[in-house]
């Protein structure tokens, strides 16, 4: 999922520190492991708190590429690239590029914030959005926690962001959380599957109207995959923040893909000749055909 207020602090150091492996649950989706240096798009980087980010990912030994409109500082970071455009309608500098992480700095309209999370949403494994404190209620009492009345456009339509600022930082929010639903996502998950096992597979996504037409049932015919918005998706969005907290890690999913493999393959033939999940190599090229036809 996109990041808010709530998680930036964490989500920024996960991001730019050193980290274990993507974790279900987690918010935002796959987080850069330890050793690994990340693709990292900011939009904005030249002012407000970018160039503390650009300094740290660079620090990292991060790749780092700015997207701004060449207006703020713009002898700064001379070093780093840095793409031209306007986030209101300008992003073709974007278009075909991929990277780790994209960090918001600048978003503060949340159809603004719309265009941008939704062309970037098949490109980055994560999309922290830098909200700010204002998006809560300016009547919430001291003590409030993360649950607390969160500030609402009295016009839906207004973007006056001096008169309505709190407000439209949180609907940016639910604009970048609309556009990247669910980051710890199947083709995260996928992704490092072939990384582990070294496999060349081209990946074919297809909608789940079609596979239900094809009669190919979730979890049992696509094991770990329950479509969203169904009556089961929920058992794959329980929270886990509790176990998480309390300190429970866990390996990457390349190394889990990586071993399992190797299991299998040392199991008997009789037995890996009876699959008890999964499409059989003919039913998946009957429905790829069908797909592609």
Known sequence: MAMTRRDFLQ????????????RT??????????GRHSKILIL?????????????????????????RGKTNPGRFTDVEQLHGDRDGQLDALGGRKWDVAIDTSGYVPRIVKLSAALLAPSVER??????????????????????????????????????YGALKAACERAAEAA?????????????????????????????????????EPWGDMPVWIPAGTAESGMSQVSIARAVAA????RPISDTARD???????????????????LSPEREKAVLAAWAA
């Open 11 to 22: 989500a920024s150091l996960a991001t730019l520190a050193a980290c274990t492996a993507p």
């Open 25 to 34: 649950g987690a918010p935002g989706g796959s987080i850069p492991s330890a």
């Open 44 to 68: 904005g980087g030249t002012g407000f708190l970018g160039p503390a980010l650009v300094e740290a990912a660079r620090a990292r030994g991060d790749e780092v590429t700015l997207f701004n």
């Open 127 to 164: 999309y922290v959005f830098v909200s700010s404190i204002s998006a809560y209620d300016e009547s919430v009492p001291p003590g409030s926690d993360e649950d607390a009345k969160i500030a609402q456009l009295s016009d839906p339509a207004s973007e006056d962001v001096r008169a309505s």
């Open 180 to 216: 990247m639903p669910g980051r710890t996502t199947m083709r995260g998950m996928l992704d490092e599957c072939q990384g582990g096992i070294g496999s060349k597979a081209d990946l074919v996504w297809v909608p789940w109207p079609f596979l239900e037409k094809e009669k190919v």
């Open 247 to 250: 300190g429970l890690r866990f």
């Open 260 to 278: 399992t493999l190797a299991w299998w393959k040392a199991l008997p033939p009789e037995r890996r000749a009876k699959l008890r999940a999964g």
